[in-house]
């Protein structure tokens, strides 16, 4: 015969204080994996990992498909950086005495970091060595 438990809100609170409760009585061996799920099915690890490894592959081929109606349909045929045209207007700066790339690119560029405009610089007038007078290509 179990022994089992009834609450009864109704009852005197020295009574319950009083009750002894083994754990002997109470079933414990109760898991998640001993339901059904919505299907039918017991539900596993397995199947967590099943789905997860499908929904992960979706979402990848999904955005391979969006770059490559992207790349086919020229969404993103816009232009970024300088205007490399032959028409395109050139800026030029006669250098200094004390002039560096890296002073130059300070006042072209107030954004914080020059490198990328030193880089820029040094491959439109064909290296980084300057000399007094030199007509520096700014924007092509």
């Given at each position: ?12 609170m020295e009574k319950i ?34 789905r997860l490894f499908t ?23 816009q232009q970024v950086g ?59």
């Amino acid at each position: 015969m179990q022994n089992t438990i009834t609450f009864n809100p109704i009852l005197d609170m020295e009574k319950i204080q009083s009750t002894k409760v083994s754990l002997e009585t109470i079933p414990l061996g109760i898991r998640t994996s001993n339901f059904a799920s919505a299907s039918g099915e017991a539900t596993s690890s397995g199947n967590r990992l099943r789905r997860l490894f499908t929904g992960v592959l979706l979402v990848v081929l999904g955005a391979l498909l969006w770059t490559v109606f992207a790349h086919v349909t020229g969404l993103n045929d816009q232009q970024v950086g300088a205007d490399l045209s032959p028409d395109a207007p050139r800026e030029i700066y006669i250098v200094q005495s004390g002039d560096t790339l890296w002073s130059i690119s300070m006042g072209i560029d107030n954004d914080g970091d020059p490198r990328d405009t030193v880089d820029r610089l040094a491959a439109l007038n064909g290296g980084s060595s300057l000399y007094i007078g030199q007509e520096l290509i700014l924007s092509n």
